[in-house]
């Protein structure tokens, strides 16, 4: 099947589907971008991707491409073309085209906006899932605004790379404090030896993951208690439980980090509960 892909006002074949190259994000990573789950070819969570896009255009002074609800239409339209089921859209928004020079464009130009959507394997991820996955520890080098989900991704890239050459799955970024802040492109979490489910608080130092607040209240109604605050990586090694959250994954059992095994070295009742029950409290468009 072509797939088609979305660039600034067209549907494109994606092998056609082109930004100029003086686009800012190409040149400066000046743009934010959002990854929203496709399930039953329905958008799991729009309304809190969508709401998140925004905050993140308002701190770098980008503006709304269009409106929320035009938005949605775009989203809609590429993972109806490209017949998505189950699998994820992406969505980028940049400061837009304009003659290189580190400063904002002078008149404003209009930002750019690409939305590519692309299926998964179920079957894949569930497997995943059910065995569990490795991460492996890296610095955490990053800049003091990952709250702001920017398309400036190299850390990121770097983290995931060493844990594939590491035989892992994601990279956990430890700060200076020896603080687990999140993975290369997930939150996470463990779970103590009490039962207490715990997780970073969402200041700057990293991104308030929607999987991560719809959690919050699977975690509520399941009865378990949980702590914002940071853990240490030394406590994770000693952790009941390990988990990582992001749209594209939901929630993702850890069973190793930086070859340790945690808990019992499979997936543990908590995540897999938390896992199996997400999608009822997630909204489906
Ligand atoms: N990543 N932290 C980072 C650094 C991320 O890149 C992501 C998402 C998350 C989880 O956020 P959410 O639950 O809203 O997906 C946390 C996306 C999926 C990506 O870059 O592909």
């Given at each position: 099947m072509c797939r088609t892909t979305y660039v600034n006002g067209r549907y494109l074949p994606h092998r056609n589907a082109m930004v100029h190259v003086e686009d800012r994000g190409y040149q400066f990573a000046d743009g934010v971008y959002e990854v929203c789950e496709v399930r039953g070819g329905r958008l799991v969570d729009e309304r809190r991707h969508l709401a998140r896009l925004k905050r993140s255009l308002d701190e770098l002074r980008i503006r709304m491409p269009m409106s929320f609800a035009a938005l949605g239409i775009v989203l809609?339209?590429?993972?109806?073309?490209n017949r998505i089921g189950y699998g994820i859209v992406y969505l980028q928004v940049t400061r837009g085209v304009a003659r290189r020079d580190h400063a904002f464009p002078v008149p404003e130009v209009p930002p750019s906006v690409v939305v590519t959507a692309r299926a998964l394997n179920q079957a894949r991820n569930e497997a995943l899932a059910a065995k569990g996955i490795a991460v492996v520890s890296v610095a955490d080098n990053r800049w003091g605004r990952v709250d702001i989900k920017t398309i400036g991704l190299l850390p990121n890239v770097l983290a995931r790379q060493a844990a594939l050459d590491q035989g892992a799955r994601d990279a956990w970024f430890v700060n200076r404090d020896g603080a687990v802040t999140e993975g290369a492109s997930t939150n996470a979490w463990i779970v103590t030896a009490a039962g207490t489910v715990v997780t970073r608080p969402a200041d700057h130092a990293i991104l308030r993951g929607i999987t991560r607040t719809v959690l919050f209240d699977v975690i509520k109604t399941q009865g378990l208690h949980l702590e914002e605050r940071a853990f240490t990586l030394a406590e994770a090694y000693a952790a009941r439980e390990a988990f990582v959250t992001a749209a594209s994954q939901i929630v993702l059992p850890?069973?190793?980090?930086?070859?340790?095994?945690?808990?019992?070295?499979?997936?543990?009742?908590?995540?897999?509960?938390?896992r199996?029950?997400?999608?009822?409290?997630?909204?489906?468009?």
């Amino acid at each position: 099947m072509c797939r088609t892909t979305y660039v600034n006002g067209r549907y494109l074949p994606h092998r056609n589907a082109m930004v100029h190259v003086e686009d800012r994000g190409y040149q400066f990573a000046d743009g934010v971008y959002e990854v929203c789950e496709v399930r039953g070819g329905r958008l799991v969570d729009e309304r809190r991707h969508l709401a998140r896009l925004k905050r993140s255009l308002d701190e770098l002074r980008i503006r709304m491409p269009m409106s929320f609800a035009a938005l949605g239409i775009v989203l809609r339209e590429v993972v109806a073309r490209n017949r998505i089921g189950y699998g994820i859209v992406y969505l980028q928004v940049t400061r837009g085209v304009a003659r290189r020079d580190h400063a904002f464009p002078v008149p404003e130009v209009p930002p750019s906006v690409v939305v590519t959507a692309r299926a998964l394997n179920q079957a894949r991820n569930e497997a995943l899932a059910a065995k569990g996955i490795a991460v492996v520890s890296v610095a955490d080098n990053r800049w003091g605004r990952v709250d702001i989900k920017t398309i400036g991704l190299l850390p990121n890239v770097l983290a995931r790379q060493a844990a594939l050459d590491q035989g892992a799955r994601d990279a956990w970024f430890v700060n200076r404090d020896g603080a687990v802040t999140e993975g290369a492109s997930t939150n996470a979490w463990i779970v103590t030896a009490a039962g207490t489910v715990v997780t970073r608080p969402a200041d700057h130092a990293i991104l308030r993951g929607i999987t991560r607040t719809v959690l919050f209240d699977v975690i509520k109604t399941q009865g378990l208690h949980l702590e914002e605050r940071a853990f240490t990586l030394a406590e994770a090694y000693a952790a009941r439980e390990a988990f990582v959250t992001a749209a594209s994954q939901i929630v993702l059992p850890v069973v190793r980090i930086d070859g340790r095994v945690i808990g019992e070295g499979k997936p543990g009742p908590v995540a897999t509960a938390l896992r199996r029950e997400f999608h009822r409290y997630a909204e489906a468009g």
